[in-house]
């Protein structure tokens, strides 16, 4: 905070403040690339994998993922255990056949159904879960074992609280609200060839290869 005050009035001998200055000018840019680089470093994020930061609020992408990575497939599995893999489930409803793999709602959402449990679709394009239920405080404590299905992760809410092996999934996105900085960006991390596969009704806006190249401005 004492940083950003600082930097209020101007950052590094620009002659301006990062609030006046062009979010696709040479200055931004090198912020946006500084951001970028400690985000890998702090995750390990592999060269293979993509950072995007897209601009809209965390709850977007619940209707995003699909349209992003379904790639000709209709169906993806969910683990429900909490009010946001609940609206993650409502919202993939309009683009595929979601599979709840497993719920916890008998428990009022206070538990993780055994993994011996869950019922996964081998056709499915993804599993998702929520790593982190903010609402009702289920978080798991690793990377649950998605039987080779491509893993989806809402993590929110403890994105950078503890190390995780990113090349475990194929996509993980979080609002930078809660752990990472001010609302009104999403950072979604995808692998490489999870990209270019959007429908063609994705906005370019909301393709996470279109946003790719222009990132992160
Ligand atoms: C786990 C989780 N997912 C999604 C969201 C929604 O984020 P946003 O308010 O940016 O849409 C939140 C917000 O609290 C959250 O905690």
Redo the contacts with the bound molecule.
């Keep these: 905070m004492q940083q950003a005050q600082q930097e209020m009035l101007e950052w590094r001998n620009s002659g301006m403040s990062v609030m006046e200055m062009s979010h696709r000018g040479k200055h931004f840019s090198i912020i946006a690339e500084e951001l970028e680089s400690d985000l890998r470093s702090l995750m390990a994020v592999l060269k293979i994998i993509r950072c995007c930061f897209c601009k809209a609020?965390?709850?977007?992408q619940f209707s995003l993922i699909p349209q992003n990575i379904l790639n000709g497939k209709t169906s993806a599995c969910y683990i429900k255990t909490g009010a946001?893999s609940e609206?993650a489930i409502k919202d993939a409803n309009s683009y595929c056949d979601v599979l709840v793999s497993a719920s916890s709602e008998d428990t009022k959402f206070t538990s993780i159904p055994d993994a011996s449990t869950w019922i996964l679709d081998e056709q499915a394009a993804y599993l998702h879960y929520?790593s982190?239920?903010?609402?009702h405080g289920v978080e798991f404590q690793e990377a649950p074992d998605a039987k080779g299905l491509t893993l989806v992760s809402?993590m929110?809410?403890n994105i950078l609280s503890r190390k995780i092996d990113v090349s475990q999934y194929g996509l993980i996105y979080a609002?930078t609200?809660?752990n990472m900085g001010p609302?009104g960006v999403?950072v979604v991390i995808v692998r490489d060839d999870l990209m270019g596969h959007a429908s063609k009704a994705t906005p370019s806006v909301f393709n996470y290869a279109e946003q790719a190249k222009t990132n992160p401005c």
């Design positions: 609020v965390q709850t977007a946001w609206k929520t982190n239920e903010t609402i809402d929110s809410s609002g609200q809660k609302a999403t």
